[in-house]
């Protein structure tokens, strides 16, 4: 039993073509379906299910949900019983309520995104295949991202006021749906403030982040190539589209991966994440940072951070 991945994410985006052309053209992504609501679904060459990312028209852009997969359909009853238990109202979607997706459970989580569980999702396969396949594609586009990695939520943050939605989303995720925290910010004169937290149900350094902010928002969500090289590639990619990026090529300290950061024509940020940073067992001690450290945490080359990253989000 347990929570294998994430599954996909529904992204809020202010004019749709525009956005299927920036996830298909620029980041490399294949449209799989159009339904008729409108909205459109992609998936990467290396993932399997039929899709990753939804894209839905809306007056505001921003996060709709954030799904992940559990293992086995019967888990989906235990979870539920155990987000119930701490007073966290669930909806029962019946199959078919998400474009080829078995039932699953929709729920707000303590900072205010809603989270889906589910167990069943139509099977497309990779680009590659299964038998004998090649290590990459013929014809990639764009950034060639290989799949969804992680998503990272605003949560927000006033100790003066007893609000922290870090703290209690990250225990929340702990002990109702078995993530395991990984990293830690800690801020405050005496480091007992929770600023950041992430978190992994795999073994990569985050399958979700939890920072800090004055309102709860998405930040970003993050999508993974394998190397630096790969990363330099994809803001080549970046720039020869005229995309706007947030963050130039960057090495994290937190998680230890590549990274740039750039923003979908709605405003929504995303984050091209290369390297595997380490291996994140379930017996690997958790690594805190202090909030004067907080520069090289998140920016290792430069050590600053930029006001962009940590004010503009959706």
Request: one cysteine or more.
């Amino acid at each position: 039993m347990g929570v294998a991945r994430i599954g996909h994410v529904r992204l809020r985006v202010l004019d749709l073509e525009p956005a299927v052309h920036h996830y298909e053209t620029v980041l490399g992504m294949t449209v799989t379906h159009r339904d008729e609501g409108g909205d459109v679904y992609l998936k990467a060459w290396d993932e399997w299910d039929k899709y990753s990312v939804i894209l839905t028209e809306a007056d505001r852009a921003g996060l709709d949900h954030v799904a992940y997969k559990v293992a086995a359909d019967a888990d989906l009853d235990e979870f539920r019983g155990r987000i119930t238990s701490r007073g966290v109202d669930v909806t029962d979607l019946a199959a078919g309520a998400l474009h080829g997706v078995g039932r699953a459970l929709r729920f707000t989580l303590p900072a205010g995104q809603d989270m889906v569980l589910f167990a069943d999702k139509e099977f497309v396969g990779t680009d590659v295949g299964f038998l004998n396949p090649e290590p990459w594609p013929e014809g990639v586009r764009g950034c060639a991202v290989k799949w969804l990695d992680h998503c990272l939520l605003m949560c927000e943050l006033n100790p003066e006021a007893g609000v922290n939605t870090v703290d209690a989303t990250s225990q929340f995720l702990q002990d109702a749906l078995d993530f395991r925290l990984v990293e830690q910010v800690m801020a405050g004169p005496d480091h007992s403030v929770r600023a950041a937290a992430f978190l992994t149900v795999t073994s990569t350094p985050h399958d979700i982040a939890l920072v800090g902010g004055p309102t709860s928002g998405f930040h970003h969500a993050g999508f993974f190539l394998e190397s630096w090289e790969d990363v330099l590639r994809a803001a080549d990619v970046l720039a020869r589209h005229k995309v706007k990026v947030d963050v130039t090529p960057q090495r994290h300290g937190i998680t230890r991966g590549y990274t740039t950061y750039f923003f979908d024509p709605s405003g929504n940020r995303n984050e091209t994440f290369g390297g595997t940073g380490y291996y994140a067992t379930p017996d690997r001690p958790v690594t805190t940072w202090t909030e004067d450290q907080l520069g090289p945490a998140i920016f290792y080359h430069t050590g600053e951070v930029l006001p962009s990253f940590v004010s503009v989000y959706t």
